[in-house]
Nanobody
Framework: QVQLEESGGGLVQAGGSLRLSCAAS????????MGWYRQAPGKQRELVAH???????NYADSVKGRFTIARDMAKNTVNLQMNSLKPEDTAVYYC???????????????WGQGTQVTVSS
């Protein structure tokens, strides 16, 4: 059973930085995509950034130039370095992975439980 463990959320003042980490474990054969979504109160969940197995990345326009996603393929971890944080970045951040489980013929999507990021003005 694939599991995702997130860490690194918290409270920070505007202009500050936080680093989120997510480790995937449990019966993984390969990982295609790792990334982060976020959901603010009263809003839909939105993509923040993701990174493909080949290393290419995508970012939401709202975080380009401020956030950096990186992946450690050997450890099946993904990190999100968030700099110059703004109050509008306040949300629950969810790690997600598209992975091929061992013994399976098709990839599946997995989600973490979410970690709260709060940016005060």
């Amino acid at each position: 059973q694939v599991q995702l463990e997130e860490s690194g959320g918290g409270l920070v003042q505007a202009g500050g930085s936080l680093r989120l980490s997510c480790a995937a474990s449990g019966g993984i054969f390969s990982i295609n995509v790792m990334g982060w979504y976020r959901q603010a109160p009263g809003k839909q969940r939105e993509l923040v950034a993701h990174i493909y197995s080949g290393g290419s990345t995508n970012y939401a326009d709202s975080v380009k130039g401020r956030f950096t996603i990186a992946r450690d393929m050997a450890k099946n971890t993904v990190n999100l370095q968030m700099n110059s944080l703004k109050p509008e970045d306040t949300a629950v951040y969810y790690c997600y992975v598209i992975a091929l489980p061992r013994g399976s013929l098709s990839s599946r999507e997995y989600w973490g439980q979410g970690t709260q990021v709060t940016v005060s003005s």
